[in-house]
């Protein structure tokens, strides 16, 4: 057990239209699980329960991919920002549809909310998260734990550090045939107008130190993971052919994957455009309904 992060818990898009965003991350070779209806808590001691947005996740080895809307505008509407809390995706979604999901997973929640509360950061409780998944026996419900930061202290996106109570239920293998080999998140791109700043952050959030690389800065945490945080300047440095959606902003994700190959053949297949740079093979944000898309070997 430690008080730092292991690996990104998940990333994810939010979207005007989950069918579109599914159908073209299918061609970028993603399987997808059922669609599944998150729950949280709208009041303090009260059970979780659906409020009207659902996701489908692309599930790797450790983590995995979540593309997140509205499923029931009915019952979203029937719920206050306040309720909806870190999970309010009318608010990123006025700024551009793409990546605004970051978490961070630990298996030691407890312990690292202690940790930033000590060195005064400010931090939710920690609250429990619930949403159905599809497994063999039916359906059963897999159950987290995560806390958040105010709002103005990630602006970039939905950051929060959580942590599986059935990752059995999450991660299962029967969801991890991925086309393009797929087998891990393992970078997360942020763009800020002050990059050692939002380094200084992740460091602190992750329990990492954070370095500069290239004239930007890297949080590597973990075996396999890490934060690149760009200036927007920086940008296309790192992930030619994409711009930032705003400042700040998620830029895209990196995936290691089996083979370069595979993806290279089955992108050409599908007619994706992408570039390689550095060892990767990049599909760009426009290309990637929002989101620039990175393979590594």
């Known amino acids: 057990m430690t008080a730092k992060a292991t690996v990104f818990h998940h990333v994810g898009l939010i979207t005007h239209d ?29 059970a979780p ?10 599930i790797f080895e450790e983590n995995y991919l979540e593309v997140l809307a509205h499923t029931d505008i ?5 719920t206050t920002p306040e309720q909806r809390g870190p999970y309010n995706i009318d608010l990123p979604l006025a700024r551009y549809e793409g990546m605004h999901v970051m978490h961070f997973g630990t298996d030691d929640l407890a312990g690292l909310h202690d940790r930033l509360t000590s060195q005064g950061v400010e931090c939710t409780s920690i609250k429990p998260f619930e949403r159905n998944v599809d497994t063999p026996d039916g359906q059963q419900m897999m159950k987290a734990e995560a806390f958040s930061f105010p709002p ?22 029967r ?14 791109i942020v763009c800020a107008s002050d990059p050692e700043q939002y380094a200084r952050k992740y460091s602190l959030y992750t329990g990492y130190d954070y370095k500069s690389a290239d004239g930007h800065f890297e949080v590597g945490f973990g075996d396999e993971s890490r934060v690149t945080v760009v200036s927007p300047e920086q940008v ?9 959606p705003a400042v ?20 050409e297949k599908n007619g994706i455009p992408f570039r390689e740079y550095k060892g990767r093979i990049i599909v760009s944000a426009a290309d990637g309904c929002g989101s620039a898309v990175l393979f590594e070997a």
Do not use: C
């Not at 969801?175 to 997360?188: C, I």
């Not at 700040?248 to 992108?267: E, I």
């Open 175 to 188: 969801f991890m045939k991925h086309p393009n080999g797929a087998r891990l998140v393992t970078e997360s």
């Open 248 to 267: 700040p902003s998620l830029v895209g994700f990196t995936v290691a994957v089996a083979d370069l190959g595979r993806v290279r053949a089955l992108l």
């Open 49 to 58: 329960e659906p409020f009207g947005a659902g996701n489908r996740t692309a």
């Open 152 to 173: 103005q202290a990630n602006p970039e996106g939905l950051v929060q550090i959580a942590q599986h109570l059935t990752p059995e239920l999450v991660l299962q293998p």
């Open 18 to 46: 989950m069918d579109k965003t599914i159908a073209r991350y299918e061609q970028l070779g993603f399987f997808f699980t059922p669609l599944s209806l998150p729950r949280i808590s709208l009041a303090p001691g009260m």
């Open 236 to 244: 296309e440095s790192v992930v030619p052919g994409s711009a930032a």
């Open 74 to 78: 009915g019952l979203w509407n029937t």
